[in-house]
């Protein structure tokens, strides 16, 4: 193997010094390979080949002259080559020579370094090092960087070769820089760039961005254009219909279906970043569970708002990094501890940097951070260690770029690197009353855009964020003079005492002699602040007889945040005489102020502005129609509709008639006190004969609310229609009958349907039908039974009533009508005694009472032989055992001979053990000497036998009729043989000798008859 050529070639940038080595090897004549070795340099060097098999000498030159070229254009120079070439190479002609880039009169010493550092750079990517190009002091990527964030637009020429040839990092760095100082020429190799291929994604975005920050308004508008119509139909359309709540709904449903890219909707939309679609992208980045695909998503978003320097956007993901915990040990490692760490510090990073090169941007970017915070992100306050190693920790310890910006300065908190956070300092502690010190981060840059300070007053919902930017604000005595009296009541209307007092003392400047300008007068009386409250009262109690004739004010007074406020309004109301005109215009700005409450929490202010309205109006409600009323009616907060139910009751009920539906909306409220309203309107109402009868519908559908109290208050009101108007009375009752008779009300008013019935509406039921009676009576409704038993005992005597209807009326489930069918029974005995069948059918009611007399009945109205057979048997069947112990009762009063062998089988067909032994008792009597009996009675004896450890009496006596039966005749013996052989397959020991006993003594006596065993005799065994 011959060495033909060889090439050493060096990159030094940075930290980073490496080499590469290209071998060109003839292997055997006209057979070259090409060899490479690479690696840091002073270490052992990697080996490779670019040609796996030995290729033709032309072919092999052909792969060196590339392998060389593309080392040369990544930013390698040639270190020499040793050895003998055989054949030198052809001269290459030199690259053009880098652009050379005059230093511009009044740059910084800062920037003609960075300048002279880009231009080393481009002299060190020629075919030979010059003598002045010395090693970078920090990587070039830092430096590109750094150019862009100055906006040095003399580097641009030096910028546009790094986006060709080179790593992604540095064209991603090279396009971002030229995204801030590019001119027409950078738009051109950006917009290459973004159309390549084979650009990857994270260069692609970056150029994106940078080509939206360089072409104008017409271009980004067809630009977001072009996105939005690539979006799917469902999110497309109402982004371009300017549907910002439907475009919400649409963006919800797609991010809820669950499919696996659905959240990478979220970066070309922030692409189009329109009105419409800003609110609800908004208020995704601030809810989006924390997955790996989301936590991707808003890596490229966060990094996007940071380079557009959109505060919101960049604050609200940061705030998102602040709160959210990491995914553990997710895979992939998508936000672990150290990714967490590193986003923290980025945020910070961002904003120093912003505030050490004192750009315009930091005050809009910090704001954006600091208004992501409310006050429910603080945490605990905590102490840790003891004694030396003792540390307080204060509300908002957690927060790293949120305490940078209010405490950098601060004397009483100081930073914790390692896991970033912050700690009270020296002896502060929790709790502790605050400095007279300015403590946040680059203090000059917020004065010199005090906008950021009162858009942080105005929307901020965090209290140290009031207190930083409050007294900033102070510091800024012009700014604060040339603030309009809309901008100083928003800040006297602000929760915190801080920002509520800088807006009292701006006021208190302001404020003439007559309190003038009244706007400013009102937002002190509504200011957050207490003693600015207290002064406005002072003042306003030198000019009632003047504000009670502005409405205006009064509504502002009574509309206020603050109780006192409203209580004053209220007694100013109260103390002073309106016109008609200032109370029609009152009344309107107050009834308008309380349909525009949403929340329930606005419940007090609603109740207080009522009151005011109220007591303006005094007795009378003229001034507001009854459509307004309905409105009121109709609110979300109780309090509100409260207010629509006095009106009603002002109103003059002989002139002014009130519709069912509004009367529907007080009584059937949820809203206790709002139903209270509308039964005394209910009751007024029911004053007249007149207009009572013209709420009949009404009533009758109030006496089935589920409400128990608007039940209750319909029981008088039904009274009086059923005692003004019998015939009303009479549908009430057949409407509130059909409605216990379905069977379908809540629990609680079939009960009060009955009562109703019962009591208010008693008078009522004597025209019901009877058929009525007996349908209630039937009903398996308890309460439905009750109204039954109430015309029973009305109507019960004018009834027709046969011995079927008493004895089910006997056994009822209410007492009062088992009472009186016990007392129609006791009245028509021969009619019972002609239907004894049927009546015995009471002995077997659930109830006790019914059974007794029942059984008393029977046995003092009627004689023994009353009773058939058939009667006493069925009495004896009974499932009851009482009932069965009272039919063998009756059956030994009423025993006829005749019916003895009839009665002996019915009553061996019963399977309960007291009948079965009841039923020995005849055995002897009427089955002796009757072997046909004896068959018939076989089922019985097998019952009786076969019962275990229960029967044993009758078990006794079957077996003992056997014996006897069998002996006595071959019939009766074979019967009994056979029953007996089958108790002897039982296991009870005792059982089966008895069976055997039995069965031999039958053997003995009819020998003629089969022995169903085999006797063998008793072998004997003999010891050897």
């Known amino acids: 193997m011959k060495l033909l050529e060889q090439v050493a070639l060096l990159f030094q940038e940075g930290k980073s010094d490496k080499v590469y080595e290209v071998d060109l090897l003839e292997v055997s004549p006209g057979q070259c390979v090409v060899n490479f070795r690479y690696g840091r340099r002073g270490t052992a060097l990697k080996d490779g080949s670019k040609t796996p098999v030995p290729v033709p000498q032309a072919e092999a030159r052909r792969v060196f002259d590339k392998l060389v070229q593309s080392k040369l254009d990544s930013g390698y120079v040639r270190a020499g080559a040793p050895g003998t070439p055989v054949s030198p190479p052809t001269p290459r002609a030199p690259a053009a020579p880098p652009p050379s880039v005059e230093t511009p009169a009044g740059l910084s010493p800062r920037e003609s370094a960075l300048l002279a550092q880009l231009q080393q750079e481009a002299n060190a990517r020629q075919w030979f090092r010059r003598a002045n190009v010395q090693a970078q002091s920090r990587p070039l990527d830092r430096v590109v960087w750094r150019v862009g964030e100055l906006r040095l637009r003399a580097a641009e020429p030096l910028l546009l070769p790094l986006l060709e040839g080179v790593s992604p990092l540095r064209a991603y760095t090279a396009a971002a820089a030229l995204g801030r100082l590019g001119s027409e020429k950078s738009v051109s190799a950006l917009g290459k760039l973004h159309g ?447 207010l629509g139910g006095e009106l009603l009751l002002r109103r003059d009920l002989r002139t002014e008639p009130i519709p069912d539906e509004l009367l529907l909306l007080l009584v059937q409220s949820e809203h206790a006190p709002l139903r209270a309203l509308g039964l005394r309107l209910l009751a007024l109402l029911s004053e007249s004969e007149a207009t009572l009868l013209a709420q009949e519908t009404l009533l009758i559908r109030l006496a089935t609310s589920p409400v128990l109290d608007v039940r209750v208050a319909m029981r008088p009101l039904l009274g009086r229609l059923v005692a003004v108007s019998p015939a009303a009375g009479a549908r009430a009752v057949e409407t509130l009958l059909a409605a216990l008779l379905r069977r379908r009300l809540p629990e609680g008013i079939p009960a009060h349907i009955s009562a109703l019935l019962s009591g208010e509406l008693a008078p009522a039921l004597a025209a019901l039908p009877v058929e009525t009676a007996w349908r209630l009576l039937d009903s398996e409704d308890g309460d439905a039974q009750t109204v039954g038993a109430a015309l029973l005992a009305r109507h019960g005597a004018v009834l027709a009533v046969d011995v079927p209807r008493a004895v089910k009326l006997a056994g009822h489930d209410v007492v009062a009508v088992r009472e009186w069918a016990w007392r129609w029974l006791e009245s028509h005995v021969p009619e019972v005694r002609a239907e004894l069948a049927t009546a015995v059918g009471l002995l077997d009611s659930r109830w006790d009472d019914a059974r007794a007399f029942g059984f008393r009945y029977f046995r003092e109205r009627f004689a023994p032989e009353d009773f058939s057979l058939e009667v006493l048997v069925s009495v004896a069947d009974s499932i009851r055992e009482d009932v069965r112990a009272f039919g063998r009762e009756m059956l030994t009063r009423s025993f006829r001979e005749e019916d003895g062998p009839e009665l002996l089988l019915r009553l061996s067909e019963h399977p309960a053990p007291s009948v079965q032994l009841f039923a020995t008792t005849y055995l002897d009597r009427f089955a002796t000497g009757k072997p046909a009996l004896v068959e018939q009675l076989a089922p019985y004896f097998i019952r009786v036998l076969s019962q275990v450890n229960k029967g044993r009496v009758a078990r006794q006596r079957v077996l003992g009729f056997l014996m006897r039966e069998g002996r006595g005749s071959e019939a009766s013996g074979r019967v009994a043989l056979e029953v007996l052989h089958r108790m002897s397959a039982t296991i009870a020991i005792e059982h089966r000798a008895a069976a055997l006993e039995a069965m031999l003594s039958i053997s003995k006596a009819q020998p003629s008859l089969p022995m169903p065993f085999v006797i063998r005799p008793v072998e004997v065994r003999r010891a050897v």
């Open 196 to 642: 390549d291929r084979a650009t990857p994604d994270m260069v692609r975005r970056m150029a994106t961005e940078a080509l939206l920050q360089l072409s104008d308004e017409a271009t980004r508008a067809d630009f977001r254009r072009d996105v939005l119509n690539k979006l799917n139909f469902t999110l497309r359309e109402p982004a371009l219909a300017g549907d910002a709540e439907a475009f919400g709904k649409a963006l919800d449903a797609h991010l809820a279906s669950g499919t696996q890219d659905a959240l990478n909707v979220l970066e070309p939309l922030y692409l189009v970043d329109s009105e419409t679609v800003r609110p609800a992208l908004l208020r995704v980045l601030r809810t989006v569970p924390f997955t790996v695909p989301s936590v991707k998503v808003l890596r490229h978003l966060f990094k996007a708002a940071e380079y557009r320097r959109d505060g919101e956007v960049f604050g609200l993901i940061a705030w998102r990094y602040e709160k959210e915990r990491t995914l553990g040990s997710s895979r992939p490692r998508a936000y672990t501890l150290e990714t967490r760490k590193y986003l923290r510090r980025r945020v910070w990073r961002t904003l120093r940097r912003l505030g050490e090169l004192e750009s315009p941007d930091f005050v809009k970017m910090a704001v954006g951070v600091l208004l992501a915070f409310s006050d429910a992100d603080a945490a605990s306050p905590r102490t840790t260690g003891h004694g030396r190693s003792l540390q307080q920790w204060d509300a908002w310890w957690p927060y790293w770029a949120f305490n940078h910006l209010l405490y950098r300065h601060s004397p009483r908190y100081e930073p914790v690197e390692n896991p970033l956070l912050f700690r009270c300092k020296g002896s502060h502690y929790p709790g502790a009353r605050a400095p007279e010190v300015r403590e946040e981060a680059f203090p000059t840059l917020w004065e010199r855009t005090p906008a950021g300070l009162l858009h942080l007053l105005d929307e901020s919902r965090c209290a140290p964020v009031h207190d930083f930017a409050s007294r900033a604000l102070r510091a800024c005595p012009d700014f604060l003079a040339r603030l309009d009296v809309d901008a100083v009541a928003m800040l006297l209307e602000r929760p915190y005492e801080s920002t509520a007092r800088l807006g009292f003392d701006l006021a208190l400047q302001r404020l003439d002699a007559r309190r003038e300008p009244r706007a400013l007068l009102l937002a002190v009386a509504r200011s957050s602040y207490a003693p600015a409250r207290q002064q406005a009262f002072r003042w306003m109690d030198e000019l009632r007889h003047v504000l009670i004739e502005d409405s205006g004010f009064v509504a502002g007074l009574a509309t206020a945040r603050h109780a006192d406020t409203r209580a004053y309004a209220a007694n100013l109301v109260r103390g002073s005489v309106l016109s008609e005109p200032s109370l029609r215009t009152l009344v309107g700005r107050l009834v308008a102020a309380l349909l525009s409450l949403k929340a329930q929490e606005d419940g007090p202010i609603a109740s207080d502005v009522a009151r005011v309205v109220l007591a303006a109006l005094g007795p009378s409600s003229r001034v507001v129609g009854l459509e307004v009323v309905r409105d009121l009616l109709a609110h979300s907060v109780p309090e509100v509709r409260e």
